[in-house]
C-alpha cells in the first residue's frame, strides 16, 4: 500500500513555457499533500503544503505566482512550473500523507525538469 | 548551524558488514523521526518511522532515537549490494507537516 505516482517523469521543455505535474495517490486518500525540490546531490526542500480543496501554503521564498499547486481531489494534486527558465531545472517530489499528524509522508518517484 | 546535520559520506563497506548512519539536530521541537532510502533519479522510499526515543527494529534495520542527546542513528545489519543507495534522516514537529531532511549519506556496499 501507500503508492504515490508522478507525471512525467521526466520532461524538457523551452524557456519560457509552462510544464504541469501530476502527484496521485493510488491506494489511499490524500487529505495533505507536499511537493519538493531537490537539486544535484542536495536534500529535499520543502515548497509547499496542499490540503485538498484549500489553496496551497508556500515556504519562505518559493514564489507562489510561478508555481502553481492545485489539489483539487484526495488523490491528485497538480504543480505547474509557469514560464519556466533554466533556472528551474531540478528534481520535483511530492509526497502525500492520508490524515493527520502521526501519519507520515510517502514520495513519489519523483518528475526531472530540464529547461533549455 | 543547520537544523539537522548529516555526514554526506560516501560511506564504502564490504558486503555484509554493520552499517551505522547517524543525524544530529537541534531543535526540540521534532518529535517524529524517519528513515528514507533514495535511489539515483528515484524518490525517497521510507524504511523507518519511529516517534519515541528507543530502538526501533525491522528485519535488517534497526532504528534508534535518543531525544536527550537529539541523535538519532540507523543501524543495517549483513548489509547487501542492493543497500547501496543514499540515506536520508528526516524529521518533523508534531504538526507532521514540515518534514526537515538531513543532506543524505551516500553508502557502497562492495560484493
Known amino acids: 500500500g501507500a503508492v504515490v505516482s508522478q507525471h512525467p517523469s521526466r520532461v524538457i521543455c523551452k524557456s519560457g513555457t509552462s510544464v504541469k505535474i501530476e502527484c496521485r495517490s493510488l491506494?489511499?486518500?490524500?487529505?495533505?499533500m507536499f511537493w519538493y525540490r531537490q537539486f544535484p546531490k542536495k536534500s529535499l526542500m520543502l515548497m509547499a503544503t496542499?490540503?485538498?480543496?484549500?489553496?496551497?501554503?508556500?515556504e519562505q521564498g518559493v514564489e507562489k505566482d510561478k508555481f502553481l499547486i492545485n489539489h483539487a481531489s484526495l488523490t491528485l494534486s497538480t504543480l505547474t512550473v509557469t514560464s519556466a527558465h533554466p533556472e528551474d531545472s531540478s528534481f520535483y517530489i511530492c509526497?502525500?500523507?492520508?490524515?493527520?499528524?502521526?501519519?507520515?509522508?510517502?514520495f513519489g518517484p519523483g518528475t526531472r525538469l530540464t529547461v533549455l | 548551524q543547520k537544523e539537522v546535520e548529516q555526514d554526506p559520506g560516501p560511506l564504502s563497506v564490504p558486503e555484509g558488514a554493520i552499517v551505522s548512519l547517524n543525524c544530529t539536530y537541534s531543535?526540540?521541537?521534532?518529535?517524529?523521526f524517519m528513515w528514507y532510502r533514495q535511489y539515483s533519479r528515484k524518490g525517497p522510499e521510507l524504511l523507518m518511522y519511529?516517534?519515541?526515543?528507543g530502538n526501533k527494529e525491522d528485519g535488517r534495520f534497526t532504528a534508534q532515537v535518543d531525544k536527550s542527546s537529539k541523535y538519532i542513528s540507523l543501524f543495517i545489519r549483513d548489509s547487501q549490494p542492493s543497500d547501496s543507495a543514499t540515506y536520508l534522516c528526516?524529521?518533523?514537529?508534531?504538526?507532521?507537516?514540515?518534514?526537515?531532511f538531513g543532506t543524505g549519506t551516500r553508502l557502497a556496499v562492495r560484493p
Open positions: 509526497s502525500a500523507r492520508s490524515s493527520g499528524p502521526g501519519d507520515t509522508q510517502y
Open positions: 491506494d489511499f486518500q490524500a487529505t495533505t
Open positions: 496542499s490540503n485538498e480543496g484549500s489553496k496551497a501554503t508556500y
Open positions: 531543535n526540540s521541537a521534532f518529535q517524529y
Open positions: 519511529t516517534y519515541s526515543s
Open positions: 528526516a524529521m518533523s514537529d508534531s504538526s507532521g507537516d514540515k518534514l526537515t
